[in-house]
């Protein structure tokens, strides 16, 4: 009897990459991963994928081939491919009879069913509300579940790899980095434990894991000092953390970022999860062991630290994706 088939998004990202690995060693699945650029394929079949689609969810002509016998999703999207998402979650809704489980990437906080956000409380700039990164998220939630589908869901604290790749170059050149989290503590999150949790919820089933909402974070909340202390001692180099102005880190990457750091800078990220180890039964990865050690695909975070980087100082990446409506 044939395998059945996993179609794995954005395969080529962090996360995908440590999935397309974890899961090839698991041999449960036809993995069938999906790349943008034709450059990425053999990278992803080394890995262990069986077969490489083109996929772009801006392009419904890619989504028939990607669909072919899947039966079996992980769903992952950056914040500007929000419209894509929601339009592919229809033709997944078309096809609900043939897929039996979605396992949806998202953020702490994306709904108000789980998490409460009181602005009053909550925030620091008057008549600030709800970050829209946080609403994207819950809209791409939200249009699986109107579609009918056996959804799970890993509500992910914010990315270690994620936050410092904007000062990539001050951190090799001049020992420094900055933001405007300070002495906040947030419980950021090694992207392959996410991983780990995506490939026992998809080996698992939905039996198990439909209509689950699950919390992953990191095994501490940590203030900048700290993250630079651990990053120094994994590079063995002296690096120290410089406090930034929400003003000017809103001028360096747009308002829709600075408000979702603005939410991070105010407590509500800095909960440590039991999900992860209740789901894998293990601790979660440090961020200093996340530097230090090897994924499942071969990298070590400190490794990955200076590959590409959405976001870019004097861009506003979330431009177009804040115009669209859920």
Same mark, same amino acid.
């Given at each position: ?6 179609? #794995? ?15 090839? +060693?698991?041999?449960?699945? %036809? ?95 008057? =008549? ?11 809209? =791409? ?29 001050? #951190?090799?050149?001049? =020992? ?17 434990? #996410?991983? +780990? ?5 998809? /080996? ?18 940590? %203030? ?58 293990? +601790? ?7 530097? /230090? %050690? ?33």
């Amino acid at each position: 009897m044939p395998q059945p088939i996993v179609l #794995i998004t954005s395969a080529s990202g962090r996360i995908g990459r440590e999935l397309v690995a974890l899961l090839a +060693k698991g041999g449960k699945f %036809t993995i069938r991963a999906c790349c943008f650029s034709d450059n990425k394929a053999d990278s992803l079949r080394d890995l262990g994928a069986n077969e490489v689609v083109k996929f772009d969810l801006n392009d419904a002509t890619t989504w028939d081939a990607a669909l072919d016998g899947v039966g079996a999703i992980y769903s992952a999207s950056l914040d500007p491919m929000l419209e894509g998402h929601l339009a592919f979650c229809k033709e997944l809704g078309r096809r609900k009879d043939q897929i039996d489980h979605v396992v949806r990437i998202s953020c702490m906080g994306a709904d108000t069913n789980t998490a409460s956000y009181d602005a009053a409380k909550h925030s620091s700039r008057a =008549g600030a509300g709800i970050p829209l990164m946080l609403q994207h998220y819950w809209w =791409g939630e939200k249009a699986l579940i109107d579609a009918g589908l056996n959804v799970s869901v890993l509500r992910n604290n914010f990315f270690m790899n994620h936050l410092l790749k904007t000062d990539s170059d001050n #951190i090799l050149g001049e =020992g420094w980095f900055s933001n405007p989290l300070g002495s906040a503590r947030n419980s950021f999150v090694a992207t392959r434990d #996410i991983a +780990k949790a995506a490939f026992i919820l998809l /080996t698992e089933g939905p039996q198990k894991h439909a209509d689950k909402f699950y919390d992953i974070t990191g095994p501490e909340p940590q %203030t900048m000092d700290e993250i630079a202390a651990d990053l120094g001692k994994a590079m063995d180099k002296s690096l120290t953390y410089r406090a930034q102005t929400m003003e000017d880190f809103e001028r360096d990457f747009g308002s829709t970022r600075a408000e979702f750091f603005e939410y991070l800078s105010n407590g509500f990220y800095c909960r440590c999860s039991p999900d992860f180890y209740n789901i894998t039964g293990h +601790k979660p990865t440090s961020y200093y062991d996340y530097l /230090t %050690t090897k994924g499942a695909s071969g990298e070590t975070g400190l490794e990955e630290l200076w590959q590409g980087n959405l976001w870019k100082k004097g861009e506003d990446a979330m431009k177009e994706a804040a115009a669209v409506k859920g």
